[in-house]
T-cell receptor, first 110, second 115 residues
Framework: QKEVEQDPGPLSVPEGAIVSLNCTYS??????FMWYRQYSRKGPELLMY????GNKEDGRFTAQVDKSSKYISLFIRDSQPSDSATYLC??????????FGDGTTLTVKP | EAGVAQSPRYKIIEKRQSVAFWCNPI?????LYWYQQILGQGPKLLIQ????????DSQLPKDRFSAERLKGVDSTLKIQPAKLEDSAVYLC?????????????FGPGTRLTVL
């Protein structure tokens, strides 16, 4: 069993929809939780970063962490075609080692 | 602020040949990472440097892969000899110390095809 499991997708939604992306993890040592966005043939770029349970909002993006359930989510409101990309969740231990999910590919159709 | 630079961007080699990738991290970033990303998968950590010392190389196939970070700045990753299953994108990332240490900045990657 992988330490980080991510909903595989792919996901296709109409412009303006609310998107929910999800990951579960099994390692209690993970303390930091990140969401990266990766466009085709580019490196991942950090979208959201949090270390506590609860919600963190940044514009149209909300990251949610539930440590008791070992579950994290990323919500995208009012999705745009420019949001079309692969979204990667990542978990980091206190020692600084990151483990990534396999990504969910999102397509937002105009 | 300049980002993480990697070269080459693409490389095609035959199995059993050698190949080397170069990475220049963001200026002042103490930590440097090399990841392997196979198509359809997330990045897998190969090696992590803190300045010029190795922090974690537990997933580096040491019989064929080697990496160095001389003077705590640039880094090279080498594969010798390459196998078909090494076809992947090799990503370099860097992060600062202290508060920003968990935010990794990625380069564009080197896409390796082994024939």
């Amino acid at each position: 069993q992988k330490e980080v499991e991510q909903d595989p997708g792919p996901l296709s939604v109409p412009e303006g929809a609310i998107v929910s992306l999800n990951c579960t993890y099994s390692n209690s040592a993970f303390q930091y939780f990140m969401w990266y966005r990766q466009y085709s043939r580019k490196g991942p770029e950090l979208l959201m970063y949090t270390y506590s349970s609860g919600n963190k909002e940044d514009g149209r993006f909300t990251a949610q962490v539930d440590k008791s359930s070992k579950y994290i989510s990323l919500f995208i409101r009012d999705s745009q075609p420019s949001d079309s990309a692969t979204y990667l969740c990542a978990m980091t231990s206190h020692a600084g080692k990151s483990t990534f999910g396999d990504g969910t590919t999102l397509t937002v159709k105009p | 602020e300049a980002g993480v630079a990697q070269s080459p961007r693409y490389k095609i080699i035959e199995k059993r040949q050698s190949v080397a990738f170069w990475c220049n991290p963001i200026s002042g970033h103490a930590t440097l990472y090399w990841y392997q990303q196979i198509l359809g998968q997330g990045p897998k950590l190969l090696i992590q440097f803190q300045n010029n010392g190795v922090v974690d190389d537990s997933q580096l196939p040491k019989d064929r892969f080697s990496a160095e970070r001389l003077k705590g700045v640039d880094s090279t990753l080498k594969i010798q000899p390459a196998k078909l299953e090494d076809s992947a994108v090799y990503l370099c990332a860097s992060s600062a110390s202290g508060e920003g240490r968990h935010e990794q900045f990625f380069g564009p990657g080197t896409r390796l095809t082994v024939l």
